[in-house]
């Protein structure tokens, strides 16, 4: 079984050497970090790198993740990203340590619930500063909603306030944008008369202003997945030096189960390939092509996967099978050859979630 493909490598390491770098950059400013987990689908064997490499917390948008982290023994504050369903708020209380919330039923359940079981639950408002996912966008509804968690909500902790940026709305975390959560903020205090534990600035792409080294001061929590996965987007987008991370954290693997020269075009007359549409097929002559043991159900799309071999081209995928043309690459690949591919973020979800895919750690 060990030995089966498709595989994805995990190189615990790295994964823990990139939540040192970034843990050790915001600390520099005052920065807690909770490690995000969700993107490798909440591995426990990963989570244990983002705690060992210093986060402060774990979070993810499931609870399912959350409850088998725990299970697995790592001992952290733990805090559900995803604004809770009413149908979880037991498992909410009982799994977890903080909350984000934009919803005044959601709170009173929670706070129900965390009196039934005896708890003090955590909770951290959203507010929604434009890029139009969750949070409260009326501002004094918010402010009237945290009063009223400070006041009457015995069992809830108004432990802070939090925005999200760059996930629908493709909203850059501006100083102005983040300066906007913070005045959010302080209205709040004043309101209540005292200090919240967290201002939480976002995500990933909040983690640019810290190495810009420009994030307004009262942020001092950020909720961080992908560049401690990846180390990627903010290189590829937006052109930070990432040189002291490692990207190579994931590597996806696949077996050779043919190789053959085949023509560039389907022969005979065309209708629809598996999913309904009917590619192009740009005639280049007769190639040199492999099919791999692996397919769309492993990966998602062939977009997200990038052979790490310069010489392959990727030519499509169905469920089970991926084609590639290596008319031009230096490796005469044979069957039983592996194929290694760089995933992103897109993909690791994928494959981290696949059961097809055996994870092997490194
Ligand atoms: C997924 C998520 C994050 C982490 O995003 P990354 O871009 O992976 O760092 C942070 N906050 C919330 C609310 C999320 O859903």
Not at 128 to 154: Q, T
Not at 157 to 171: D, M, P
Not at 223 to 236: K, P, Q
Request: glycine content about 10%; aromatic content about 6%.
């Amino acid at each position: 079984m060990n030995t089966r493909y498709p595989r994805v490598e995990i190189n615990l390491s790295h994964l823990k050497e990139n939540a040192e770098f970034v843990v050790g950059k915001c600390a520099e400013q005052g920065i807690d970090v909770f490690g995000v987990i969700k993107g490798t689908t909440g591995i426990p064997e990963c989570a244990r790198q983002f705690a060992d490499g210093g986060c402060k917390g774990i979070a993810s948008s499931r609870l399912e993740q959350i409850e088998d982290t725990r299970a697995f023994g790592v001992d952290k504050p733990y805090l559900l990203l995803r604004v809770p369903m009413l149908s979880e708020v037991e498992d909410v209380v009982r799994l977890t340590d903080y909350s984000l919330n934009s919803e005044l039923v959601v709170l009173e359940a929670l706070n129900k619930e965390a009196a039934r079981q005896g708890k003090i639950h955590k909770v951290i408002l959203m507010a929604d500063v434009g890029d139009l996912r969750e949070g409260f966008w009326d501002k004094d509804e918010m402010a009237d909603v945290a009063v009223k968690v400070e006041k009457e909500m015995d069992n809830l902790e108004l432990a802070g306030v939090g925005t999200n940026v760059g996930c629908y709305g493709s909203l850059l975390p501006t100083v102005e944008k983040l300066e906007e959560l913070v005045a959010i903020a302080e209205n709040i205090e004043a309101k209540i008369g005292r200090k919240l534990e967290y201002i939480s600035g976002g995500g990933t792409s909040s983690f640019m202003r810290v190495l810009d080294g420009n994030i307004p001061e009262r942020i001092n929590h950020l909720r961080i997945g992908e560049v401690i996965l990846l180390a990627l987007d903010l290189s590829l987008y937006y052109g930070y030096d990432l040189s002291a991370m490692h990207q190579d954290v994931y590597t996806l693997k696949a077996e050779v189960i043919e190789v053959k020269t085949k023509p560039s075009v389907p022969v005979g007359e065309l209708g629809v390939d598996a999913f309904g549409h009917t590619p192009e097929y740009p005639e280049k002559g007769m190639r040199r092509k492999v099919l791999l043991g692996m397919g769309k159900v492993d990966f998602g799309s062939i977009e997200e996967i990038f052979p790490r071999d310069p010489g392959i081209e990727i030519l499509g995928a169905s469920s089970d099978h991926t084609i590639l043309d290596v008319t031009d690459s230096k490796v005469d690949y044979k069957v039983g050859d592996i194929v290694e591919f760089t995933i992103n973020y897109a993909s690791i979800v994928y494959v981290t979630n696949c059961r097809n895919v055996r994870r092997v750690f490194v």
